[in-house]
């Protein structure tokens, strides 16, 4: 037997998870995306259980996990190839679930939730710089034959740069988001709402692209329309984004998120208030917006000496 066989979980573990799984999406908002993860690594991590214990493990065997065993999985975690990073994130769904099922079972989950993660660096967002964020945009323009098309990819990256929207939030909006407001109201993770500031290149990138669309326009239909009318998908655009990078010479980091990081960076340049990006980008912590300012700590530094009184 290997960890991928379903069969090594026991339906109490199984009906377990998937009912922790099912408060996530309902009560906290969680994203599909998000969930399928999730389930995949604690899945993983219950079939390790039940092989390293020689057979199924219930609710009951579960609760006596010990630091040991927990040593063991991660052991086995990466005598298989999986990274720090990949790591330290199954082991965070893993105490995710644990501090649930200790809750609702009534043990003590101290063996889990006191297991280290792995030490790994820290990767910082990489922005592309302005003359690259509009090259980006323009070059982007020129990787369909189909005058609509790339109207509707310029559009979506315009939005990402401009808006500093994720891809998913991007390809969120419905037909009765159209014609683009001055100010939107996106729901992001979690379900957090915020309200973003849409400049008028975006209102307009969006505009010419609906005159071009060849789809009716419907308020309850997605905005952007792959080319036989569907829902646009993100891979789409990810595509589009990896042509227009090759065609620049950029690196493989300029991906779409990297335009969201663009945006925020741009910002800061500019002088903007860390507090007013974070509520802009709908980070749920301001730590998450502050891995930001390290991405260009020679402009900040030059800002500094050049404007404090003592320099």
Same mark, same amino acid.
């Given at each position: 037997?290997?960890?991928g066989?379903?069969? /090594?979980i026991?339906? %109490? @573990? =199984?009906?377990?998870?998937? &009912? ?8 906290e908002? #969680? !994203?599909?995306?998000?969930?399928t ?9 219950l ?18 996990i ?10 086995s ?5 999986t ?5 330290a ?6 105490k ?11 043990f ?17 967002p990489?922005? /592309?710089?302005?003359? %690259? @964020? =509009?090259?980006?945009?323009? &070059? ?9 098309? #790339? !109207?509707?990819?310029v559009?979506?990256?315009t939005?990402?740069?401009g ?8 390809l969120?909006?419905?037909?009765n988001?159209?014609p683009?407001?001055a100010?939107?109201r ?13 400049l ?5 990138a969006v505009?010419?692209?609906?005159q ?13 329309r ?6 646009l998908?993100?891979r ?11 065609? /620049?010479?950029?690196? %493989? ?5 990297a ?8 910002l800061?340049? #500019? ?20 891995a930001?300012?390290?991405?260009d ?12 009184p003592?320099?």
């Open positions: 037997m290997s960890i066989d379903p069969t /090594l026991s339906p %109490a @573990a =199984r009906d377990a998870l998937q &009912t922790w799984l099912d408060g996530l999406g309902a009560l908002g #969680a !994203a599909s995306n998000t969930l993860a999730y389930r995949g690594d604690v899945s993983e991590f079939a390790f259980m039940s092989l390293h214990f020689g057979g199924p493990q219930g609710l009951g065997a579960l609760s006596r010990t630091t040991a065993d927990m040593r063991a999985w991660m052991a975690a990466r005598a298989s190839g990274g720090a990073r990949s790591l994130r199954k082991l965070s769904a893993v995710k679930f644990y501090g649930w099922l200790a809750k609702r079972e009534g003590e989950p101290t063996a889990v939730l006191s297991t280290r993660a792995p030490k790994f660096q820290k990767k910082l990489r922005p /592309l710089d302005k003359d %690259a @964020a =509009r090259a980006m945009i323009d &070059t982007v323009e020129l990787q369909s034959l189909k005058d609509w098309v #790339a !109207a509707r990819d559009a979506v990256v939005l990402l740069y808006c500093g929207l994720r891809i998913s939030e991007a969120g909006l419905m037909g988001d159209a683009l407001p100010t939107l996106i729901t992001g993770k979690g379900g957090k709402e915020r309200v973003v500031p849409v008028p290149a975006a209102r307009q505009d010419r692209y609906l071009l669309c060849p789809h009716p326009q419907e308020r309850d239909q997605p905005l952007f792959g080319v036989r009318g569907g829902a998908h993100a789409m655009i990810q595509g589009v984004v990896a042509d227009a990078r090759r065609q /620049l010479g950029l690196p %493989a980091s300029a991906t779409p998120h335009m969201r990081h663009s945006f925020a960076t741009h800061l340049e #500019a002088g903007g208030d860390l507090r007013a990006i974070q509520e802009l980008l709908g980070h749920a912590s301001l730590s998450t917006t502050q930001y300012t390290a991405v700590t020679a402009h900040l530094m030059d800002v500094y000496t050049r404007a404090h003592k320099a």
